[in-house]
């Protein structure tokens, strides 16, 4: 007489997917043994009761497996009357990366007087988890918009020019960071300049002299004849 059993088992034993926006099928199959010997099966898939241990990170339906939660591992049970089988599934863990700068001290700078100074971060975020950073700043490739009017090197900002700004931004390991507006203070001076400087007259002979105010604001020189608007004395 001949050993008969039953077996029921799920394939593939593992599942795992490289993102969330992927499914994958699974297919549960009922075999008749008869002495040792499986015969060919029979596919039950749609007539098993599925279940995943944990759905905030795996879905299935009639043995399709949806992954919802990256870096996430679980199980999928498969039953069918009074056989089960488990099968182990995972999310291949997202990882990104941020670079972010951030000024250290005040963004208006003063030429010849004051530096800024700008620090930059490298942070890892994996599975949706940032970790605490690590200070890149001597290491990043740093970028002034207006080179002209303000350089950065190693995250200090040195204005060449007064009046004048430039978005300040880095690069490290293939990321860019947020980008900061730098201001440099404008230089203003003035003068009252009387021409001509000096005068040598005779008694009762008359010189006119000739008063201009004079501002310079960067660089630009405004000049302004103030001579019948000046009080004069001697």
Not at 46 to 72: I, L, P, Q
Not at 94 to 119: F, M, P, Q, R
Not at 144 to 150: C, E, R, V
């Amino acid at each position: 007489k001949p050993e008969i059993s039953y077996m029921f088992e799920v394939t593939p034993p593992t599942l795992h997917f490289m993102n969330t926006s992927e499914t994958k099928n699974l297919t549960a199959t009922y075999y008749k043994v008869t002495d040792g010997v499986n015969d060919s099966g029979t596919v039950v898939t749609e007539m098993c009761e599925w279940s995943s241990d944990d759905t905030t990170n795996f879905s299935v339906t009639n043995g399709k497996v949806r992954a919802k939660k990256t870096g996430a591992s679980g199980t999928i049970t498969a039953k069918y009357g009074s056989y089960s089988d488990t099968v182990s599934v995972s999310v291949e863990s997202l990882i990104e990366h941020e670079l972010v700068i951030s000024a250290t001290t005040s963004t208006t700078i003063e030429l010849n007087v004051s530096d800024g100074y700008v620090k930059a971060i490298y942070y890892t975020i994996k599975d949706g988890v940032r970790d605490d950073g690590q200070d890149v700043t001597s290491l990043c490739t740093w970028n002034s918009s207006k080179p002209n009017n303000i350089t950065v090197d190693k995250g200090v900002v040195e204005a060449i020019k007064s009046g004048v700004n430039s978005s300040i931004s880095a690069s490290y390991e293939g990321i860019t960071s947020n980008s900061i507006t730098f201001n440099v203070k404008s230089i203003e001076s003035y003068e009252l300049i009387i021409t001509p400087n000096s005068i040598e007259t005779e008694v009762f002979a008359n010189t006119q002299l000739t008063a201009k105010y004079i501002k310079t604001k960067d660089g630009v020189v405004q000049e302004t004849d103030v001579t019948n608007d000046a009080k004069w004395h001697s």
